[in-house]
């Protein structure tokens, strides 16, 4: 005759299996929002690129604020002005098509009104033997024009803190890079557009992008939490109801 499970083995075992199952399926709806966040940023994206572009002197004008320059965000613009070369800084562990480089960013000042605002001008990539060597792109002197559209301050990767200096950085930190430059920046960026130039790629990443990752993501949470259950159904229902026949 067989054994009988004690009720409080039972009990715990399936408190485990019901556990297991609230987590993966978390995970699952989880992987599955993210993906509609991607999806609805890229779509507001597209919205706002479709309108008429900025003129760029509008940007930190009098009639101008933070709380409007957020809802002009991913619009088109064009500014016309100059460009603050010296202060270029290179982001370093970008990639673009797969391949790690810099992403190059630098101050621009508009002409008429004088705000300065930061321009991620595009990628290049960068050297292998020598760490620290700059990648040859060519900034043009005088007046130029730049299309792109707004967009937030430059992501920021990974570091593990401290004071960055120089232009070769991990991420670039706005108070701070105020303060080094003595510009005052606006709080957003634009993020260049247009065919391959000065050195540099502008094949920005779509931000939709991934999001089939991240239902594959869910996917296989939404399986484990399956098979959770499936498990727990035949060894502890399945099973014992089978034996109990054949004894």
Known sequence: ???QTPAWQRILVLMVALLG???????GLWQLGRGAEKMALQQAKDQQSALAPLDGRTLGGISDSVANRQGV?????????HWQAEHTAYLENRQMHGRPGFFVMTPFKVAETGTLVLVQRGWASRSFTDRAALPAIVT??????????LAPWPSRLYDFGGVEEGPIRQNLDLPLFRQQTGLPLLEISVLQQGAASEGLLRDWPVVASGVEKHHGYAFQWFGLSALIALLYVWFQIVQPRRKKRTA
């Open 1 to 3: 005759m067989s054994q």
């Open 21 to 27: 199952v609230a987590v993966t399926v978390s995970l």
């Open 73 to 81: 965000l991913y619009r088109k613009v064009v500014l016309t002005g």
């Open 140 to 149: 043009p002197g005088g007046e130029v024009q730049v299309v792109g559209h």
